[in-house]
């Protein structure tokens, strides 16, 4: 991939484009839906996912039963799955990571439960009575485990808000016939405020303590982003994370080819991004805000857009971070956020 040097609004002097012209302005909208920066696809640092990756970690090398994340709906919970998983990876290639989602929608049934493990496992014989299913699946677990040497198996639920009380039995099931093998099951699950907390506390009601003990007894919040040094380290993983990978053009450098050659980095507007969402915050909150990661890139992607092909780092308007959040709805979003609320009293901080 070459870097863009056309102006990315194709709709200017229409007219008087030729053929090469509207060929080069269809590869270029090409290349900017599949870029990484548009589709998401490839996951850059957060200082959040990284303090959480701390706490999944210690929980691995302690082989501690379970643990809950909490997080409000935009927080890029998924996202921190993925890039906990790669992290992982990169320290232990050998251990057995699985991501399973939980289905919002869904009639709670063993049979049920036990398919959809089987496919997040990448098994694909389905069929069977419940005990062949469970069975399927707590052998192929088990054979994952002794396989890597390590004899433990990690499982990031996402969605684990939409768990029913049904489920965590059936996880205790599977929990159960592991440890009879010899093999240690490590639960982490992830869920959106406040449903999770909800969830918590009616199994917590039912005095259900079997459940708590292996999956909820450490309840750990999951923040959004609060701080400038937060927006830089995103910013910074955009100037300098190369697409293709190892083609030497960064993604801003792609989006920003001629300000990029003159020291344009996407870094040096973080206080500006920032200073941006604060404007029109109430005094009251700004020092308190959580900014959700679903806006904050809408937000980057908006400025992107807006902005690219620029010749000069100073032909950046003023309001563009302004515009830029605005579009995003980023205010909107922080609003919303404070006002469902955090992980309330079930939250522990370590």
Same mark, same amino acid.
């Given at each position: 991939m070459e870097q863009i040097n056309i102006p990315f609004n194709t709709q200017e002097n229409s007219s #008087? #484009?030729?053929e090469d012209d509207v060929e080069k302005e269809k590869s270029l909208i090409s290349q900017i839906l599949l870029h990484p920066l548009m589709t998401g696809q490839v996951l850059l640092p957060t200082k959040p996912a990284k303090e959480l990756f701390s706490v999944v970690w210690r929980a691995v090398l302690l082989r501690e039963t379970g643990l809950c994340l909490s997080a409000s709906s935009g927080a890029g919970k998924t996202s921190a799955l993925e890039m906990i998983e790669e992290m992982i990876r990169q320290k232990l290639p050998t251990l057995p990571i699985f991501?399973?989602?939980?289905?919002? &929608? &869904?009639?709670?049934?063993?049979?049920?439960?036990f398919k959809h493990f089987l496919v997040t496992v990448g098994h694909s014989e389905l069929k069977g009575e419940t005990f062949d299913l469970r069975q399927r699946l707590v052998n192929s677990l088990v054979d994952e485990a002794r396989i890597s040497g390590q004899n433990v198996v990690l499982m990031l639920i996402d969605e684990a808000h939409a768990m029913a009380v049904s489920d965590f039995n059936f996880l205790k099931d599977v929990y159960n016939d592991l440890g009879k093998e010899g093999v240690q099951l490590v639960t982490v699950l992830m869920g959106q405020e406040p449903d999770l907390s909800i969830l918590i506390k009616k199994i917590r009601s039912e005095g259900r303590l079997d459940l708590i003990g292996r999956f909820a007894m450490r309840i750990l919040p999951f923040r959004a982003y609060k701080t400038i040094d937060d927006l830089k380290l995103i910013l910074s993983g955009i100037d300098s994370t190369e697409h293709p990978q190892g083609s030497g053009i960064t993604w801003t450098g792609f989006f920003f080819p001629y300000a990029y050659a003159e020291g344009f980095r996407l870094e040096d507007q973080a206080q500006n991004f920032l200073d941006a969402i604060q404007t029109e915050m109430p005094k009251s909150i700004v020092s308190k805000i959580q900014i959700p990661a679903r806006q904050t890139f809408l937000a980057i992607r908006t400025f992107v857009m807006d902005n690219a092909a620029i010749n000069k780092p100073r032909r950046i308007h003023a309001d563009a971070w302004r515009k830029a959040v605005a579009y995003a709805k980023l205010q909107d979003a922080i609003l919303l956020i404070r006002g469902r609320g955090q992980a309330g009293d079930l939250t522990v901080e370590i």
């Open positions: #008087k #484009k030729n991501r399973h989602e939980t289905h919002n &929608q &869904q009639i709670p049934s063993i049979r049920a439960f």
